[in-house]
């Protein structure tokens, strides 16, 4: 779907790593064409600044490389960079990869829990689309969740292989939405990185300005959300904290636990409460999308032998 240079930082197997077609994408989802213009360097693009823009050019690649006939998210809900969310998924598989030729594993055999799948539903789909696993997303926004459910209805190939499910508690990562002797291969989660709405606000800001916006401006769509996709008391560092307190408490009923840190810096302390409950193995894997960088935690409650036996059961 794409001819250039590769963008570095994104994984092998990523279906956006050189530049978008944007012929072929507007072939297949016609609306985008009133989007695309010249850039600063005579090629097609879209103004990323521009919420409608960036929202068409979403449905065009998960229409054109998944096979996803219907998306869309409600005003004032987080616009997912697709290149960004797919690298997770990509990275999820290489960490659930096993055997001599580290096969990656495909199929509905594989489960997995999407921590806070938000309205745009975008793990779930592009997941399932791409490996074929099954998912249950949590969240904490009851309308948030209406509109992921009704996504997933809409797009009948992946519509068996998706469950949603609502979160009651802002406080609970699993309590309450993992039944009982549920089972799950990985978790992963996209927290909310700011410990306030300013805080939310101001980053909100800088990213406009860094797209050529003015950082007086309104935040735009694009770069928007509703506050539990954005801030909570603590940010980053308080949630991920409270995630592995709770993720000890069913060690057996996932075996890896991963959500992104976006801060570098909270590392350390993060790694110290891994060490508080006893994790019996921890990666931290290093994501880039153009200059933004980021990274996943993800650990587990069971030994080598443990996790041959889990994969040998599953």
Same mark, same amino acid.
């Given at each position: 779907m794409s001819s250039g240079p590769i963008k570095e930082g994104l994984h092998p197997r990523n279906r956006f790593r050189t530049r978008y077609d944007f012929?072929?994408?507007?072939?297949?989802?016609?609306?985008?064409?009133?989007?695309?213009?010249?850039?600063?360097?005579?090629?097609?693009?879209?103004?990323?600044?521009?919420?409608? #823009?960036?929202?068409?050019?979403?449905? #065009?690649?998960?229409?054109?490389?998944?096979?996803?006939?219907t998306w869309d998210i409600p005003p004032g809900y987080l616009c997912p960079p697709i290149p960004g969310r797919s690298d997770y998924l990509h990275h999820l598989a290489d960490l659930l990869a096993t055997g001599e030729e580290a096969a990656i594993p495909r199929g509905p055999s594989v489960t997995v829990l999407d921590i806070g799948t938000g309205a745009n539903c975008i793990y779930p789909l592009i997941g399932t689309s791409e490996y074929g696993w099954r998912f249950i997303g949590t969240e904490l926004?009851? &309308?948030?969740?209406?509109?992921?459910?009704?996504?997933? &209805?809409?797009?009948?190939?992946? &519509?068996?292989?998706?469950?949603?499910?609502?979160?009651?508690?802002?406080?609970?990562?699993?309590?309450?939405v993992i039944k009982p002797g549920e089972v799950f291969d990985v978790s992963m989660c996209n927290p909310p990185f700011h410990a306030s709405a300013e805080e939310a606000a101001a980053g909100t800001? *800088?990213?406009?300005?860094?797209?050529?916006?003015?950082?007086?401006?309104?935040?735009?769509?694009?770069?928007?959300?509703?506050?539990?996709?954005?801030?909570?008391?603590?940010?980053?560092?308080?949630?991920?904290?409270?995630?592995?307190?709770?993720?000890?408490?069913?060690?057996?009923?996932?075996?890896?636990?991963?959500?992104?840190?976006?801060?570098? #810096?909270h590392l350390p302390r993060?790694?110290? #409460?891994? *060490?508080?409950?006893n994790v019996a193995d921890v990666k931290t894997i290093e994501m880039a999308q153009g200059q933004k960088q980021s990274r996943i935690l993800a650990w587990t409650f069971m030994s080598p032998d443990g996790q041959r036996a889990w994969h040998q059961r599953r």
């Open positions: 012929p072929q994408l507007i072939a297949h989802s016609p609306a985008l064409a009133a989007f695309v213009v010249p850039n600063a360097h005579g090629d097609d693009s879209i103004n990323y600044a521009d919420p409608q #823009a960036v929202k068409a050019l979403n449905q #065009a690649l998960l229409k054109h490389s998944y096979g996803l006939q926004d009851p &309308a948030a969740l209406r509109w992921a459910r009704k996504l997933v &209805a809409a797009n009948p190939t992946v &519509a068996d292989m998706i469950r949603c499910r609502l979160q009651s508690s802002a406080l609970e990562c699993f309590k309450d800001r *800088r990213k406009l300005h860094n797209l050529g916006g003015s950082k007086t401006r309104s935040p735009v769509l694009n770069f928007s959300g509703k506050s539990s996709e954005l801030w909570c008391d603590g940010g980053e560092l308080a949630f991920v904290r409270r995630m592995i307190v709770q993720s000890a408490r069913l060690p057996h009923q996932c075996l890896w636990f991963t959500t992104l840190i976006s801060k570098s #810096a993060l790694q110290q #409460a891994l *060490r508080e409950v």
